[in-house]
């Protein structure tokens, strides 16, 4: 997550912003984010230039220890919402908590696409949170050449869940 190329400041910034939003996470307020105060001008949300790296990057960092505050474990509740997704889309298959803990190859993949809708929904959720925020797609993302970066997010929320705690 660090890069050498930072500057003193700019880790703190990063830090920062994670720390904000892993509390707004904690409180369930994702949704009410851009009205939450804060210091905004350490915010690599309200401006991704603050840090000097690919700003996606930058946003991935701050959602994915958000997801696993709201999901921190392999559990019921997380089997829950992958069956509220499944049944969303119009799906009949299932997942139970047995088969996530054995590896069952078709329920892993309903997880790991939780995971990345979850990710989807949270950089939408970041998209809003200022006016100078960013808009980010993880279909364009891919296109871009991103999906390296998506997949190792997707598998450190997996692993964490599996891990049944926060870091």
Request: aromatic share 6%; with cysteine.
């Amino acid at each position: 997550m660090m890069s050498s190329q930072f500057n003193d400041e700019q880790p703190g910034c990063l830090e920062y912003t994670i720390t904000h939003f892993k509390e707004i996470a904690r409180q369930n307020r994702f949704a009410e984010n851009n009205s939450i105060d804060h210091d905004a001008a350490r915010c690599v949300i309200c401006h991704a230039d603050l840090i000097p790296r690919d700003a996606f990057l930058t946003y991935l960092d701050v959602i994915t220890p958000c997801i696993k505050v709201r999901r921190p474990r392999l559990d019921q509740g997380l089997v829950d919402a992958i069956n509220e997704d499944l049944a969303l889309l119009g799906e009949d298959f299932r997942v139970s908590l047995d088969s996530l803990r054995q590896g069952d190859e078709a329920s892993r993949q309903c997880w790991m696409d939780w995971i990345r809708t979850a990710l989807a929904t949270g950089l939408g959720l970041l998209s809003v949170h200022s006016p100078t925020s960013l808009d980010f797609d993880l279909d364009e993302e891919e296109d871009r050449g991103m999906g390296f970066a998506i997949e190792e997010k997707v598998q450190e929320i997996l692993r964490a869940q599996l891990a049944g705690g926060l870091d």
